[in-house]
Structures are given as structure tokens and as C-alpha cells.
């Protein structure tokens, strides 16, 4: 019976203990907020008390309880899937599961930049935590982190990248040698005159535009950046199903790496004619 009753007082008194500690870390959290808004206490006090509170968080990978929140490695990001919604011709807002799920999400974890293979040189990750991305349709490895759908993908599967909450002409940026590219109307109507149906020219392809925005380059073995032959303005010409097709603000626009575009096309001379 003694020995029950200290075991009892035992778990009361670590039962109390946990329960103080968890109260006092909540008052500290509400201290060092009023300190950071009036000025007492540095934001970067306050981050690396966050920080380690979030360590005793319970994290779960595909439905089991992980020690703390996963650090992708070199070049790989965690990325959580953004819910895809669409809208048909009349306006009416259709559900995720009716359409094909979007290639786009946020960025909750990036890693520092991969090491080159022959030269050992660090070839920097351009997308940071908290970004927002576009990325190729069959890449990469999907996971539940969190409950949450996520998804395990390199930076090289990125294809435009932006910070806000919503994707537009100007926050949208070409990831590396990527060449934003703003798709031409296509002409409804030969030279000869004839209007031809908008039914036929459907299934073709666009491989034709001006270029919109052009991506920091393309990463060399030494780490510096080749910039892209073409510039802002430019009209291009590229494979066929060379591009990433996205629209933006309402305008179809795609993405085309530097090595798909074949050749420039010089604009006509106003002065000339």
C-alpha cells in the first residue's frame, strides 16, 4: 500500500511538473510577443523560441508520428499541393475532383542547392520556403505530411516560381532557363482570305511568340549562370511541345526552356514598306 502511494505521488508530482512547465511556456510565447511589438525583445529571440517550440509538435509522415518536422536535402523541396478549381464558359466554379489537379503549390521546406558531380561546387537553390511554384505534371514523389497531400520534388522540376497568393504577370518569375513566352492569337483567317473554323485549329499546338520574361540563366559546372540568348521583346520560334502551356491573368502564356527555342524572328520594317 506505501509503495502504491508513492508511485502515485510520484506520477501526481511529474503530472503538475509538466503541466507548469507547458503553462510557463505559454507565458513566456505571450511575453516575448509583447516584447517583439515593443521593441524589448529582437525578432530573432523570438524566432528561435518558436523554433523550439515547434520541435515538441507532433509531425506525422504518410500516417505515422515522426521525432520533428522533416529538412529536405540538397536540391529537393516540400511542396503542399494548391486546390485546383476551375471555371467553365458560363461561369460556373467547378470542384477539384472534376478537373485535373493543377501542378502548383507552396513551398514549406527547400533545401540548400545540390553539389555538381565533377566539381564539388554548390549550385544554389533558387526557390525558398514560402514561395509558391509551378512544377512539372509527372515529378516527383508524393507524400501525407501532416495530413496534408505534399509533394517531394527538385528544383530542376520547377518551372515558375512567384511569392503572393495568387500567380500574375508581375510577380511571376522563370525559374533558371526558363523563358516566359506570350503565346500570339492564332489567325483565324489565310492570306488568301478564307476564314478558317476555330474547331479545326484547336488540337494545334502554339510554338510561336514574344518573349515576356526571361529566367536567370542556366547553371554552369563552376556555379556561375549562361545567360539566355534571347531578351525581352524578342519574337521566337520553338519545338513543337517544346513549351509548358499556363495562363496568367486570363492571357495564355508558356514556358520554354532556352535549348527548345530554335531561332528569333526579326519584326517587319514599318520603315521599309
Given at each position: 500500500v506505501v509503495a502504491a502511494a508513492d508511485s502515485l505521488l510520484r506520477r501526481k508530482t511529474v503530472a503538475d511538473r509538466i503541466s507548469r512547465n507547458m503553462m510557463l511556456s505559454a507565458l513566456i510565447g505571450v511575453s516575448i510577443s509583447a516584447g517583439v511589438a515593443s521593441g524589448f525583445v529582437s525578432a530573432s529571440a523570438s524566432a528561435a523560441f518558436v523554433r523550439s517550440t515547434s520541435l515538441s509538435a507532433e509531425c506525422t509522415l504518410d500516417g505515422e508520428t515522426i521525432r520533428g518536422p522533416i529538412t529536405p536535402l540538397g536540391n529537393f523541396l516540400l511542396v503542399r499541393e494548391k486546390d485546383a478549381l476551375t471555371a467553365t464558359d458560363g461561369g460556373i466554379i467547378l470542384p477539384d475532383q472534376s478537373v485535373e489537379r493543377t501542378c502548383e503549390g507552396e513551398v514549406l521546406a527547400a533545401g540548400p542547392g545540390k553539389l555538381h558531380p565533377h566539381t564539388g561546387v554548390r549550385i544554389h537553390n533558387p526557390v525558398k520556403a514560402g514561395m509558391s511554384v509551378l512544377y512539372g505534371e509527372f515529378v516527383g514523389t508524393s507524400m501525407v505530411y501532416n495530413d496534408e497531400q505534399t509533394q517531394m520534388i527538385r528544383d530542376d522540376d520547377v518551372i515558375l516560381y512567384y511569392e503572393g497568393v495568387q500567380m500574375s504577370k508581375?510577380?511571376?518569375?522563370?525559374?533558371?532557363?526558363?523563358?516566359?513566352?506570350?503565346?500570339?492569337?492564332?489567325?483565324?483567317?489565310?492570306?488568301?482570305?478564307?476564314?478558317?473554323?476555330?474547331s479545326v485549329t484547336k488540337d494545334q499546338v502554339p510554338c510561336e511568340g514574344t518573349v515576356f520574361k526571361v529566367g536567370e540563366g542556366r547553371m554552369c559546372a563552376t556555379g556561375e549562370l549562361t545567360p539566355a540568348p534571347v531578351e525581352v521583346g524578342d519574337r521566337v520560334k520553338f519545338k513543337d511541345y517544346g513549351g509548358n502551356e499556363v495562363k496568367i491573368g486570363g492571357e495564355l502564356f508558356s514556358a520554354v526552356r532556352m535549348v527548345d527555342i530554335l531561332c528569333s524572328i526579326p519584326e517587319a520594317d514599318e520603315s521599309s514598306e
Open positions: 508581375e510577380n511571376v518569375v522563370p525559374c533558371r532557363d526558363f523563358v516566359l513566352v506570350k503565346i500570339e492569337e492564332e489567325k483565324l483567317e489565310t492570306a488568301s482570305g478564307i476564314v478558317v473554323a476555330a
